[in-house]
C-alpha cells in the first residue's frame, strides 16, 4: 500500500504541475474508494467460491464435516484469489511512468550564518 500512497501522491503533483490546478482531494477520494470497493470485493468473492466448493458453515458453534472441495475451496481462495488479484494489479499499473520532474537550475549555495526554520543552529554530533 505504501507505494501506492507514493505513486498517487506523484500523480496529484504531476497533474498539478501539468494543468495549473490541484486537484489532489478529488483523487485521493477516488483512490479511497477504490480501496473501500476492493476491501468489499474481496469478501464477497471468496464467499461465493467457498459456496461454489461446498463449504458447510456451522451456526451451532460446533465443527462440521467438511468435504475434500471445501478444503479446494479455502485452498483457492486464500491462494489463487490474491494471486489473480495481484496479477490483475500489474497489468493496470503496468502504463505507469513516473512523472519526469526537472532538475534544479543550478547548486545549491550555502548561506553563511543560515539557521533552520526553528531559529536554532544544527546539532553537531
Known amino acids: ?39 468489499a470485493v474481496g469478501p464477497f468473492l471468496m464467499g461465493l467460491v467457498l459456496q461454489a466448493s461446498g463449504y458447510v458453515s456451522s451456526d451451532t458453534g460446533h465443527a462440521t464435516g467438511q468435504g475434500s472441495g471445501a478444503a479446494w475451496g479455502v485452498l ?16 493496470l499499473l503496468r502504463g505507469f511512468r513516473p512523472a519526469a520532474h526537472p532538475a534544479p537550475a543550478g547548486p545549491a549555495k550555502a548561506v553563511a550564518g543560515f539557521t533552520p526554520a526553528g531559529g536554532r543552529p544544527p546539532v553537531r554530533v
Open 1 to 39: 500500500m505504501l507505494f501506492l500512497y507514493a505513486m498517487l501522491a506523484e500523480c496529484a503533483a504531476g497533474d498539478a504541475a501539468r494543468t495549473g490546478r490541484s486537484r489532489a482531494g478529488a483523487m485521493s477520494g477516488l483512490f479511497s474508494a477504490g480501496e473501500a470497493l476492493g476491501m
Open 76 to 91: 483457492a481462495g486464500m491462494g489463487l484469489l490474491p494471486a489473480l488479484a495481484a496479477a490483475a494489479g500489474l497489468v
